[in-house]
């Protein structure tokens, strides 16, 4: 923050209030557009006589519309957006907390996206943009990279965009099917990064869970074989992180396997292993796709996962997550990670 802009909220604080205020409506309307003014009070936690107020004063500046289907953003409004991001986010203390928390986890980067995504879903669209920028940072030395299934991948693949296509970029799915809806699945979402930048991909059409036999006999087969080759070789791996028990019902685990995560005290899941609030791993399914070792070999890690009710499980996971990850996450996650991490300090 600059010397004036500090000066000016030391005189009038309000200010800055009233700004973080009027820069959060507008860009939870460019989130949620078109929209309502009675779902925005809902969504923006004010009452619609306050919306009312607020929204007219936008409109009044040009920085929204009014259209039958509801509000929407001008070209405006979104320059306004774009050039006031980094300032709000001073005044907001998100860069401080991207700093706090990247010495908490340990890590290399912590990216923080303002809003919860539990709250207003779309904030999801918008660490999806976020992830997608930094990855495509990495082309230009990066050409392997794994990818997992999940609905936060899949908002990366929507938001990539290259000006010209690379055909060196090869997109490899991380892990086979979770049984979950198949444009969340790792194999489609590493075919819609290669369709969006013009690349290859590698597919793994195998489940989850296998019997010990059978896990002996799938990784003497050669397509199993290339593809564990080819783990070795990722130079990005881009996942999530999700809830243990949640992960849990989603794979279908037998009442045994859920029994085991429980009692084990899992929080956190990622690449088919379930770590309790340590890191440590208390359960692990067999599978052929990408395996822990595998991902901390590669040079750099995306990890993406947002909202509040995230917070425990990123918490129990960067507990053993290799230090070059950078974590791409939202207010709602970041500032529940905080008050966890200074109530376990108490």
Known sequence: MDALSAAQQKLMPEMSELLKKRYQILQTINLEQPIGRRTLSEVAGATEREIRKETDLL????????KTAGMTVTSQGLEVLEELKVFVRELSGLTDMEIQLQSILGISKVVILPQDSDEIPAVKSHIGKEAARL?????GRCKKIAVTGGSTMAAISKELSIGKPDRTLQFIAARGGLGEDVLHQANTIAAAFAEKTGGSFKTLYLPDHLSAEAFAMMMKEPVIKEMMDL???TDVVVHGIGNAEEMAVRRHSSLEEVE????????????GYYFDKDGKIVYRIRTAGIQLEQVQKASTILAVAGGGSKARAILSYFNNAPTPTVLITDEGAARKILELTKKLEE
């Not at 995560?261 to 899992?266: D, E, F, P, V, Y």
């Open 59 to 66: 409109r009044n500046q040009q920085l929204i519309e009014m």
């Open 135 to 139: 990855l495509e940072a990495l082309f």
């Open 231 to 233: 783990y070795d070789q």
């Open 260 to 271: 085991k995560i429980r009692s084990g005290g899992a929080i956190s899941e990622a690449f």
